[in-house]
Every structure is written in C-alpha cells, then in structure tokens.
C-alpha cells in the first residue's frame, strides 16, 4: 500500500544539493532512534540522526511522565541505563531521600525535560553522532531495492538536503522511509482468519462483522503533562478553535451529578500517583477516527490531524476549568491544575510530539503474529524481550443494539517474549532496519509498542548495521548468533521468552482408525536438556505417555487433538499442540477460550510470577490467547459467572474438559452448570488439587446437540478460594 504521494517522491532527484555523509542514517529521533545512534557511535561508526521535531525523544521526552514498562525484569542494555540515568539524575540533584527519588520509582516516572536532558547526554557523550533537527523526510532514491539517499526538507532553512551512508534505520513512528522505499507494508487489522489470531479484527458490532479486517488505527491522542502544583502551573489555555460539545455529553453530565469531585477523578494516572515534583502524564483524550488518513497523509494533512488532536485536547480541559455550566466548586478545584510552567517552554507548555500509537507496519522477513507474543514466545535469533499486555486503546464507535461503543481490541496480560532480528529487517531492502514500524500484526503491536522495547530494538538495529557495516554485507545477513552476543556482552536481556524449542513429528501422517501411530516430541536447539515428556492423544488433559517417543492407535474416525508438554532441567515447559486427522476425520473436538465466553461480574487476569534467572518458576502453561480475565479472587463480595457457548459441528457424547491449572488458594468447589441434551447438570470441580501437568481436566461425559444449543457457565457462589478457568473443550466421543 505505496500511496501516489510515495511513489512520485520516490522517483524524483535532487541534483546539487549538499550531501550529508554518515556510516549510518537515522530517520526518527524517537528513542528508538536516540538508542540506534548511540549503539552504532558506540561501535566505532559515524551517524547523522535526523529528527522531524526540535526535540529529541518522540513521546517519551513528549509528555509521557509514567513508563509502560511490562516486567522491569526484561529491560535491559541501554534503555536500562536510561531509567538509571533518571534515577541517578534525581538521586544527585535532590538527595537519596528526597520525595523526587521516591516519586521517580526507580527511574520509571520523569519529568519530560528530565527524560530529553538525559537522551541529549547520551547523544552528546557520542562524538561521531551528529543530530539534524526539524527535517521532515521527503523522498528516498533507490538502486533496485538498495537505499541510496534520504532526502529531507529543513524546516528552518526552507532547503532540501541529503542524506547518504551504508545502512539506513528507519526509526519514526510512522515508517515514512519504509514506505519511499517500496517495502511492504500494513495499516489496520488483519482479519481473524489471516494468521489464526484469537484477538484481530472487530471485536464488537453484528456478528457477520467480527473477526473482519480494516484500515483503521487505534486513536492518537497527547501525553499532555500536568501538575497539580499551583506554583509552577498555568492555568489550562483555551484553544484556537474550542468545541466542548464531546465533553459536555460526559464529563460535564457526571460532574453536574456529583459522580466526580475534580480533576483527579476523570484519570487514573493522577492522585497518589505523581512523578517527580507532582507532574502527571494525562494519557486520555482519546480521538477516535480523527487518527485516519494520518499516516500516509502529506505534511500538511499530518500537520491539520495533530492541530486538531491538539484542540480537542485543550478544549476538554479549558472546558473542565472554565464552562459555567458546571459546578462552582468542581471549576475551583480543576483550577487548581494546569500545564507545567518549565515543560515545553517553546511550544506554550503543550507537549511537541503526538502520541502516534501504531503507524505502518512492515511486512518483513518475519512477520510477529498473536502467537509469538502468547505462545511460540522463544526465539533463537531474539534480540530483546517484551512483556507489556496486548493493549489496545479505541479504534472506532459501533452500534451494540441499544446505542454507541467504543470498540477495540481486547486487551490480554502476556508472559515475556522474545523480539526475532527477522522482524526488524525487510525481505529483500539489504540496507534498511525497522525498529519501531517493525514487521508485525496489528494483535502482536498492540504489545511491542511500548517506549522500552523501541530503546531496546533500537540499540538491536544500531548494533546490527555496524555488524553489517563491518562485514560489508546486508543487513539481512548479519549473524545472529554474532549480534545477540554484542548485545549481551553490552547489557541486554535475552532468552527472557525461553521455551524449550519442540515439535510434534508422526507417522503415518493420516492414519486409519486402529493404526498404530509412532509420535515424536522432536526437540530444535535446546538451551537445558529436556527432562521430561508428557503425552495427550485424546485432547482432555489425561496424560497417556510419557517419553519422548510415544505410540498410540486412535479410535474414531475425527480430527483429534494431540499435545506433548516437555520440561527442561532448569524447570521451563513447553506445550505443543497439534491437530492429526485419523479415518474420514469426520469429528472435530471444540475448544471455547475465555476470552471468547461472555462473562459477568470482575474476573481479573493474573500474571504469573515468571523469574527470568534460575531459579523456580511458576508454569505459565496455557493455550489461548493470553491471560485474561480467568480469576476471581476468594472473598470476592459481588457475584461473577463466565458463560461458554460453543458451535459444535455434530450432535453426539462429548467428554467436557475444563481448562485450568490447579494450585494452592484455588477453590475445591467451583460450580459448573452445564445445559446439554440431556437438561441442566449441576457439579463441583477441584481446582485445589493437580490431577494432570496438562490444563485441561476432563469432568464428565455429556450428550450435545449440534449448534449452538448447549451452555457451560461456571461461578464463584459459595466457593471456598479463587476460581480459575482458561476455557471450556468439548471433546467428540462419537455419536
């Protein structure tokens, strides 16, 4: 999806113009461009790093005071020296025991000049760095698929200039250079079906629609920084062009009834916690459809985009302080907040960067699905780790029967993952790395776009382009092996996503009913001997082997459900499931994850305590999604229920599996009520007690109509601990 705009720059020169010479060009001074430039400089090689703003750091210098950080534990290399930068920064400049260190949070909150001061030192410690500021990209020329200059627009000099080097990093949120180069690319969501992913596509609305396909991006919105206090704030600016019709229909509606006392209220991220000298980062403000067109839109569409995110914003909270329709004391109180008077100072105290969440995304030599970020989580070429929950914030309003909804991708927590080198780098472009609009779907986006993991892949590119710099070849032929081991040797985290690599081999491929079938739990390269194997050939949890080679003869002519579940010396598991058609292949078991029930009450997700070094680890052994919204906690005062209803392709017996991992604290009496075709069968199940290291447990045999006739719902009335459920499976035992 090249638009005119691209193709037409693309193939335009620019003879006599400067040339800007540099081993490694930079387009993007995000923090994935700052840490690319000071990775490549740290290797010995020369950088221009060109920005679009006056100010390096993109959102995290932009206005955003609290970092999505996903588990601390995974963060390391020079986005570790980051955060340890700030804290450092606050621990010299107001004492070890100040309220600024404590509010710094071990230097994951900041202020926004704090975070550009320090991104400017790691720059400046770097003498071969060289930073071009407010150049806003204009074309790249291309020798068959080879970068051979960049060409900017200077906005201070009104000129053209150009750029040229051995390997170009795209690092802009919106992949501009990508895209002028002709690399495949992505905008919206992928359908369901696309890449078999639980989350994509429509996740409300009428039912023919969900799971489809669209072009469309989450919101846009500001970081906008704000403070509550009143010596170093201004009071909130009325906008060029002020409109409070949204806000009058919300906030002032719930202020007006007294369900918000003040500003505090309307965000989470304000009162108890504040970052360093009572700054807070205002991520709301959300503006749903006004992100479309943005992202392959000319400068000066951009330009109309972000000035009315920036008006939308400032009219939300001119209204809340000023509109006389509301509250006296409600307006006092919101008077007591505003901009920070020392933020922003040449830009009327508004933050300069707007928070592009999600811009192109390329389809590169490996393309990160839902899958890599909940399942196939290790990978032998990773080079940095991510761990922050698939969040995605509104995409667009849909009608629901009764009225309007927002409607977004549903947000699932997620163990730590690895980054594969393959996604930073185009199929066929030997010069160019992507670290931010790396090679994903929207799904597996919605995790890896978080600030940290774009300072780690950044310093992954820098160090990869000196790699491919040094032995003169490209970038898609650096060795892995070779690049994970510099970035180790300088700080990195790696392997932090580690399963043990296995697949399920066997022969015949399509066996008859009653042929005996040989099974293989073929293992990839290991990091720790696998000790142990278990075997599931009927799709219920029971276990029915336990080696590593393993033969069975199937019964029914169905498609069954298979799964070996390995675990290494150094305790990580791994579960592979595969589906082996046997006979006519005529039956099909059916699996419902909770994520695809409808559930009522709070039902919380967990994050299992996943330790990265040696030591115990809690299996986080699952088969959907992610985890989500699969506890309800004991003592839990309001009634919560989970419905699973699923589409079963015949009629007949079924043997009813529920998926969960025993555990100490759950309950041994979770209610199951259950509507088949037999009537309404009430039991208990323990979920106190392991019976299998699978999670699925069979709990009795059933007979189902065809369709979707038959329900199982599960609830925390009278249960003596937490319940837990990650699915319900009907598996097919004939008719």
């Not at 990580?572 to 994520?595: C, N, Q, S, W, Y």
């Not at 969960?660 to 106190?688: M, Q, S, Y």
């Not at 069979?698 to 319940?723: C, M, R, Y």
Request: include cysteine; hydrophobic fraction near 40%; aromatic fraction near 10%.
């Amino acid at each position: 999806m090249i638009t005119r705009f691209a193709i037409v720059f693309c193939l335009v020169s620019f003879p006599g113009l400067a040339v800007e010479r540099a081993d490694v060009i930079i387009y993007g001074g995000t923090p994935a461009g700052v840490m690319s430039a000071v990775a490549a400089a740290r290797h010995g090689n020369t950088v221009a790093l060109v920005d679009v703003n006056k100010h390096v750091g993109g959102v995290v210098s932009g206005g955003l005071t609290a970092t999505d950080i996903g588990d601390r534990k995974t963060v390391g290399g020079l986005a570790d020296e980051f955060f340890k930068r700030v804290l450092k920064h606050y621990t010299t400049t107001y004492g070890a025991d100040s309220k600024q260190v404590k509010d710094c949070h071990e230097g994951l909150k900041f202020e926004p000049k704090v975070a550009e001061m320090i991104f400017e030192q790691m720059l400046a410690e770097m003498k071969k760095v060289t930073i071009y500021r407010a150049h806003r990209y204009k074309s790249v020329t291309l020798d068959k698929t080879t970068i051979k200059e960049l060409v900017v627009y200077d906005l201070a000099t009104k000129t053209a200039k150009t750029f040229t080097g051995d390997v170009f990093i795209d690092a802009s949120y919106e992949g501009d250079v990508l895209a002028g180069a002709r690399v495949p690319y992505r905008i919206g969501r992928e359908a369901k079906a696309e890449f078999g992913e639980y989350l994509a596509g429509l996740s409300e609305g009428p039912g023919q629609l969900r799971g489809l396909g669209d072009h469309r991006t989450m919101a846009y919105n500001y970081r906008v920084c704000v403070t509550s206090d009143t010596a170093n704030r201004v009071l909130f600016p009325k906008p060029a062009h002020y409109d409070p019709t949204p806000f009058a229909r919300t906030d002032g509606e719930r202020a007006k009834k007294g369900a918000i006392k003040g500003f505090g209220n309307l965000f989470t991220t304000t009162i108890g916690k504040a970052g360093p000298n009572e700054k807070y980062d205002a991520n709301w403000c959300d503006f749903v459809g006004n992100s479309e067109g943005y992202i392959e839109g000319d400068w000066e569409t951009r330009d109309r985009i972000a000035a009315k995110e920036r008006d939308y914003f400032l009219s939300r909270l001119w209204y809340l302080q000023n509109d006389p329709e509301l509250p006296e004391a409600f307006r006092n109180e919101v008077r007591g907040w505003g901009l920070p008077k020392d933020e922003f100072t040449d830009n009327g105290n508004f933050p300069f960067q707007l928070y592009v969440r999600t811009g192109r995304r390329m389809l590169g030599a490996y393309i990160m699905c839902e899958r890599d970020v909940t399942q196939d989580r290790w990978k032998a070429d990773g080079v940095c780790s991510g761990s922050y929950g698939v969040d995605c914030h509104w995409i667009q309003w849909i009608w629901n029967g009764t009225g309007y909804e927002t409607e977004q991708t549903q947000h699932v927590a997620v163990h730590p993952y690895d980054i594969p080198y393959r996604s930073l780098t185009p199929i066929d472009h030997p010069n160019l790395l992507v670290p931010v609009c790396l090679s994903s779907t929207h799904v597996a986006y919605c995790s890896t776009r978080m600030e940290p993991v774009f300072m780690m892949l950044g310093q992954a590119a820098g160090t990869a382009a000196h790699l491919a710099i040094e032995a003169k070849g490209a970038v898609q032929k650096v060795d892995a092996a070779k690049l994970r081991e510099v970035l180790r040797s300088d700080g990195a985290i790696l392997d932090a996503g580690y399963q043990p690599p296995v697949k399920i081999v066997w022969t015949p491929e399509h066996p008859k009913v009653g042929e005996v079938v040989h099974f293989t739990a073929k293992e990839g390269v290991v990091l720790n001997p696998i000790m142990q194997t278990w075997w599931d050939f009927d799709g219920n949890g029971t276990v029915d082997g336990a080696n590593r080679k393993a033969d069975h003869a199937f019964e029914l002519d169905k498609v069954y459900t298979v799964s070996a579940l390995v675990l290494d010396s150094e305790g990580f598991r791994r579960l592979v499931t595969v589906e082996v058609p046997v006979g006519l292949a005529i039956g099909k078991d059916v699996t419902v994850d909770d994520f695809e029930a409808e559930s009522f009450g709070r039902w919380d997700g967990t994050r299992p305590d996943v330790v990265i070094k040696a030591g115990v680890r809690r299996p986080d052994v699952f088969f959907g999604p992610g985890v989500h919204r699969d506890v309800v906690r004991k003592g839990a005062k309001t009634p919560a229920r989970i419905l699973f209803q699923p589409n079963l392709p015949r009629a007949g017996r079924y043997q009813l599996c529920l998926g969960f991992r025993a555990a100490r604290g759950h309950a041994t009496n979770v209610p199951l009520v259950i509507h088949c075709a037999e009537g309404v069968k009430k039991l208990a199940v323990d979920e106190h007690k392991e019976t299998t290291p699978f999670n699925f447990t069979p709990v009795g045999e059933f007979k189902f109509h065809a369709g979707e006739n038959g329900t199982v719902q599960i609830t925390n009335g009278g249960t003596d601990g937490a319940v837990v459920v990650d699915g319900v499976r009907w598996v097919w035992l004939g008719s």
